[in-house]
């Protein structure tokens, strides 16, 4: 971590000699035991306290450098008499060093601005390097997947990209998001994740063990010339990948707290991308795919392995070795371990519902495998943005509302075995354990309203103009295979389903934070009848309508989660006393000028399709995306002037 060039010089003076504005008095009130902490705040996985010096001073104890090297001249407005840095050890030669930064004129204003900037660079220190991460994994991805579907038998690419990537995709979420879910909230110590995330292994494990055999003889594909014993070794191959990956949970997990962010974003892209490539190469050289798809996993896996234990700390992977060992002094505590198999459930039915279309088209004969090689792509086509843009910032989301926000206790102070339903920074410091409505800070409120508007606001872009320009889009990128198997009409779908699954994955990941054990089991719940429902509508409306009847049932699904998850929602905006009703509602949603700029864009893009997109000519395609091109940058300008707010002017 870059320690900030002024920071640096204050260190060098402070081993010669104090710092000469902090009096003994103050520091005899730092060093007292307890301090009276009127708010704290977790950034990049430290925690930041704000404490109560005297009646006419107050102090924020950070440990990170973020201020002064983002920030400079901020803290002239932040209102506090003192601001004390406190500099983490292993950054100055092992001493904590205290510097004093004197500011004038305090006022509330300022100092909710102040915690609100710092929450806003946390966030976004996290989401560019899971966004930069992304971007390379998704762009490479996208190409590569092109050029295959035109080098092989599009029935094998089906294969692998659905039925296998399905596998090892259902491994590696059992057996990871349960452990992180838990790890990394708020009030789980650090020094604890190693022996939880050890259990990774093992629940990986079991997975494969419940999965293998559906996979390999559960299924047989007419359409797809592969013997019983060749399929049975390429599930066995795919298991072992998934499996290998978790021996180094708990370095990620680890890291994942401390904020760490992007060496787990670069090793998850040189994973994915050694593998895409190393199967393309594969393909190029004239191996079979067979053999070559399942050497490029297992190739891809190793590597991501050593990356991790080469830079990891041993005593993780010791952990793995005897994960139910105390010698070390710490133990399983019955709360962490309710709460634990209380997100595995949720996990299991998550999974189901996200991936119910795939887990149809595995186990059914509905599509015919080259079918599902094309949904496959235009799937990965029609959600590009997604991948893009919201899957970095839903995982953004989901470490930072993790670490910020203390999730709520249940009427028996039952919280998961950690804390209480009182959030980093409620500004007193009393646990309330017979309210199951988490008070979560006004500023993280404000954030996550910002956030959720302008997801909102890039949902509606996409509903806006990919309508218009399904059709070329399915050409260009598949050619008359996609023409011919409608992918154009599953393209339009998406530009409807995508609005809703933005909403619904910052939703999600604020409301899970929140949770106490006994709603994550209501959440479980709702999703065991979500699951219920889901799977039957998919397979009759796929039945009746083809592929696009899954993205129907998937826009019902998700709507139905975002439905749900705004009832917690709404309660804890209201406890927070953020607002209630159409009050909120109203500033999760662009304003009146650029949707009606969205509307008129929305109309000319629409002419432009039936009057020039319509036509395969070279120049009515080139004309029909000059204007959208142009109308595009229109509406991108307009959300920059109306609607792009930045910190100050959100919290004034």
Sequence with gaps: MAVAPEIKKLAAKSTK????SVSKAERNLLGRKPLKIVGETWLNGILWHIVQLERSKAAILLKHELVLKKYPQMLKKTGYTNLYIMAPESQFCGHSQEYNLEISDMTSQAVKFLVLCLLMASFVSVYKHMFGGQFVIRIFSFILNFALLRLIDPSLLGF????????????????????????????FELHKVPLYASLSPLFALATVCFCSFPWAYGSSRPDLAISGRANALIVAVFSFSALAETFVEPSIVRQLKMGNTAEYARNNAILVLSQKVIAFLAVLIGLDPLLGFPIAQLIGSILFVCLYAAAGDPSDFLCILRPFSTSNGHKFESGHLKLLGTFICHSVLKQTLTDGANYLMSFTDLLPLKMQAVYDAVERLGSLAVRLVLQPFEESASIYFGTQIRRAVDNNGDGGGGGGGHSPASGNGEMNTSEKIPTVPRPICEEFVLLTRHIVTFGLVVLAFGSSFCWLAAFLYGGRLFIDNGADDLLFWYSIYLPVIAVNGISECFVVATLS??????????????????????YALCFMTGARGFVMANLAAYSLRVAFNWRFIHRTLGAAQFG??????????????????????????????NFLGQTLTFLSQVGHLFIGASMFCLTAFAFFAWEHKTPTKKSE
């Excluded at 000699?17 to 000469?20: I, K, L, M, N, T």
């Excluded at 054990?517 to 998919?538: K, T």
């Excluded at 159409?582 to 002419?607: A, E, T």
Aim: aromatic share 10%; hydrophobic share 50%.
């Design 17 to 20: 000699r104090e710092v000469p």
């Design 160 to 187: 692998f990209n659905v039925k296998m990537t399905l596998l090892y995709n259902t491994i590696c979420f059992l057996s990871r998001e349960p452990i992180r879910r838990l790890c990394l909230s708020s009030d």
């Design 517 to 538: 054990v006994s709603q994550v089991l209501l959440h479980a719940r709702f999703f065991f009848l979500s699951v219920c429902v889901h799977l039957p509508l998919s």
């Design 580 to 609: 209630h009703g159409p009050n909120v509602y109203r500033q999760l949603v662009p304003g009146k000028k650029f949707i009606l700029l969205l509307l008129l864009s929305w109309l000319i893009v629409s002419v432009s399709h």
